[in-house]
């Protein structure tokens, strides 16, 4: 059964498609001007990526009736792993538990792919907001870095 996910204001977090009706409000999707040595400054680079390549696909992340955030996962085919990635919670809406709604939404997707054994994704090791949250989902650090972000995976049965 799918699991409802909320935020602390009581919202409704869901992951939706990027449609005609959704992408501009996702590609705004800014962090802070601090957070942008660990993330893309708009959301748009996630979801050019996206559209350009067939390794990842970006999701908006609407909290009630507003878009506000942005995920993205893909699928290694040599390593047989799933991979989450640019996670951006809005700079006026971080704080409220959106990330941590958006990181249970994500992580009970991959999971139910019958494909999907290990979620993996990667972090700045001064990101600590981040990689708390990460932590607390039971992801542990696999020894690899990429690109010096620390390489975390979650086994999934
Ligand atoms: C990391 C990020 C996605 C978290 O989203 P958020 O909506 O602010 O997070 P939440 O309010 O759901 O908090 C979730 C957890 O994150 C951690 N966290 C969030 N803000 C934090 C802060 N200011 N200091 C320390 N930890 C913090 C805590 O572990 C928190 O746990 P809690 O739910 O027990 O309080 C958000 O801060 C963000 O978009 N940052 C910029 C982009 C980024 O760094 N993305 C990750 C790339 S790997």
């Known amino acids: 059964m799918t ?4 935020d602390r204001q009581g919202r409704a977090v869901v992951l939706e498609e990027i449609t005609e009706g959704n992408w501009r409000d996702v590609a705004d999707v800014a962090p802070t001007d601090e957070q942008r040595r660990y ?5 748009a680079r996630y979801l050019l990526l996206s559209e350009r390549g067939e390794v990842w696909t970006s999701l908006g992340v609407r909290a009630g009736d507003d878009i506000v955030g ?31 709604a958006t990181m249970g939404a994500v992580i009970e997707r991959l999971s139910d792919l019958p494909e999907c054994r290990q ?39």
């Open 3 to 6: 699991q409802q996910f909320t």
């Open 39 to 43: 993330v893309a400054a708009l959301a």
């Open 70 to 100: 942005h995920v993205m996962w893909a699928y290694d085919d040599e390593e047989g792993t799933h991979w989450i990635g640019g996670m951006v919670v809005s700079a006026a809406e971080q704080g409220k538990g959106v990330g941590r």
């Open 119 to 157: 979620i993996r994704l990667s972090y700045h090791p001064d990101n600590t907001s981040a990689g708390s949250l990460y932590t607390s989902f039971g992801f542990r650090p696999t020894g690899d870095l990429e690109d010096e972000e620390i390489v975390m995976a979650l086994p999934v049965s």
